[in-house]
């Protein structure tokens, strides 16, 4: 059964960087895709980034893309979301999960396997 540890939230000044960690364990970064999503107070929960089981198909929401970066390390079965230029509308807890089809569908049901969840806090 796969499962996912997340890390690396925090609180951060706006225009300021973090990278939170996904580590994988119980398959091979090979057999799913992994998203990254986020839910702010009072919103619904929003798709941010996926990377696909092999690494080839990448996706990101419209309010992240040129700023947020996902990457995976398949030797450490690691999957990394760099925030960079962050903006108070990008507070969240932010959750990784994983998609068997490996594909990174778009839809979270789609998603089988959730991470704990870390928080992250952008404010002045």
């Known amino acids: 059964q796969l499962q996912l540890v997340e890390s690396g939230g925090g609180l951060v000044q706006p225009g300021g960087s973090l990278r939170l960690s996904c580590v994988v364990s119980?398959?091979?970064?090979?057999?799913?895709?992994i998203g990254w999503f986020r839910q702010a107070p009072g919103k619904e929960r929003e798709g941010v980034s996926c990377v696909s089981d092999r690494g080839l198909i990448i996706k990101y929401a419209d309010s992240v893309t040129g700023r947020f970066s996902i990457s995976r390390d398949k030797a450490k079965n690691t999957v990394y979301l760099q925030m960079r230029s962050l903006q108070p509308e990008d507070t969240a807890v932010y959750y990784c999960a994983g998609e068997p089809r490996g594909t990174c569908r778009s839809l979270a049901q789609d998603y089988k396997s959730w991470g704990q969840g870390t928080q992250v806090t952008v404010s002045s």
């Open positions: 119980g398959f091979t970064l090979d057999y799913y895709a």
